[in-house]
T-cell receptor
Framework: QKEVEQDPGPLSVPEGAIVSLNCTYS??????FMWYRQYSRKGPELLMY????GNKEDGRFTAQVDKSSKYISLFIRDSQPSDSATYLC???????????FGKGNQVVVIP | NAGVTQTPKFQVLKTGQSMTLQCAQD?????MYWYRQDPGMGLRLIYY???????DKGEVPNGYNVSRLNKREFSLRLESAAPSQTSVYFC?????????????FGQGTRLTVV
């Protein structure tokens, strides 16, 4: 079992819809949870991060962590064509500095 | 603030040729990484350097070598390129944030081996 599982299937939604992405993980030592956004032909950029279980909002984006279930989610409200990108979950913690990444979801928001 | 800079951005190699991918960061980070990204495979760690003077293998090190030239620079070398090494290569540096780690990526090098 990989440390981080993210179903890499593409997702197409109409503009204005809610986008829901999720990852599961197996390593209980993970304490820091992140979502990266990667536009086509660019490097990943940090979108959101959170330490604890619960929700964190930033504008139209909400990151959710459930440590008891080892499950994290990213929600995008009122999705826009500019949100079209690949979204990767990432986690770290447990005494080393390395990150574990999910495979990423390609999201396409159709005008 | 340039962040992480990779050169070149694009490269086409013939099978058996060698090349070095360059990476430099100006954020004074200790740790640097090389990943490759392939469709459906996500980011796979090739090599990393936890600090100046140290390097370690990642998930897919075969066919690659690295050099941590100084704190700023971390290069990746392909000694004899193979078509299986066609990929997008990303360099990253990381900083510690509380109990976690954040990564900062370069813009990538698109490598095609024919």
């Amino acid at each position: 079992q990989k440390e981080v599982e993210q179903d890499p299937g593409p997702l197409s939604v109409p503009e204005g819809a809610i986008v829901s992405l999720n990852c599961t993980y197996s390593n209980s030592a993970f304490q820091y949870f992140m979502w990266y956004r990667q536009y086509s032909r660019k490097g990943p950029e940090l979108l959101m991060y959170t330490y604890s279980s619960g929700n964190k909002e930033d504008g139209r984006f909400t990151a959710q962590v459930d440590k008891s279930s080892k499950y994290i989610s990213l929600f995008i409200r009122d999705s826009q064509p500019s949100d079209s990108a690949t979204y990767l979950c990432a986690m770290s913690g447990g005494g080393n500095n390395r990150l574990a990444f999910g495979k990423g979801n390609q999201v396409v928001v159709i005008p | 603030n340039a962040g992480v800079t990779q050169t070149p951005k694009f490269q086409v190699l013939k099978t058996g040729q060698s090349m070095t991918l360059q990476c430099a960061q100006d954020m004074n980070h200790n740790s640097m990484y090389w990943y490759r990204q392939d469709p459906g495979m996500g980011l796979r760690l090739i090599y990393y350097s936890a600090s100046e003077g140290t390097t370690d293998k990642g998930e897919v090190p075969n066919g690659y070598n690295v050099s941590r030239l100084n704190k700023r620079e971390f290069s990746l070398r392909l000694e004899s390129a193979a078509p299986s090494q066609t990929s997008v290569y990303f360099c990253a540096s990381t900083r510690i944030v509380g109990q976690g780690t954040e990564a900062f990526f370069g813009q990538g090098t698109r490598l095609t081996v024919v």
